[in-house]
Each structure stands twice: as C-alpha cells, then as structure tokens.
C-alpha cells in the first residue's frame, strides 16, 4: 500500500473541529513491529497426555470445522477470520473486526 492510498474516516466524535489527517500523520508507526496470532483453537490436557504426543499425534481442538478462527494483535483479540490458502501457504482472511469491549 502506498502513503498516498491511506485516507482516515473523520473522528465523528471530536465535537465539530474535524481535523483532517493524511498518511503522513501516520509513518512514525508503519515501522513499528506487532506480534499477530491467528488462533484456531484451544485444547488443555495434562503433562503426562503432553509427553505422549509423537509426530502424527492429533490433538483435538475446541473449535468445529469451519468455525472462525481468532485473530490476535499483540495479544488483543482484533478480529475473527477464516484460514484460506494462498500459492500454497496458510493465510488468514478477516471477516468480522472486533470493536472495542465485543472481544474475550
């Protein structure tokens, strides 16, 4: 994405005096690094079941099939998401962004 594409919606709440900001407003942070998780799923079992597991081994997760999928930015959940597959590498596809307060 280039600066220039970057167009902020207006802050509705600042009581009038909309201040327009630009893209340029903004790069002090694009270098900035973020840690993302997509979470597909939660299992608990106990050390002992843990240190069983072997290559193959399958661990059933708490999700079904097809359910959302967390996704997770610097560890707050941001969105919910499908898994999709591009040029043969997992990816992740947004669906729903979760707004402040609607989250875990």
Known sequence: MKLDEFQPTPDLNAGGDHLERSAADLAAVYDVPVHIQAVLGRA?????????????????????????????????????????VVDERLGVTMTEIIKDGDGA
């Open 44 to 84: 608990n079992m106990e050390v002992a079941s843990l240190l069983r597991l072997n290559r193959g081994s399958v661990i059933e997760l708490d999700r079904k099939v097809g359910e959302a999928i967390d996704i997770y930015v610097n560890n707050r959940l941001v969105a919910r998401g499908e898994v999709v």
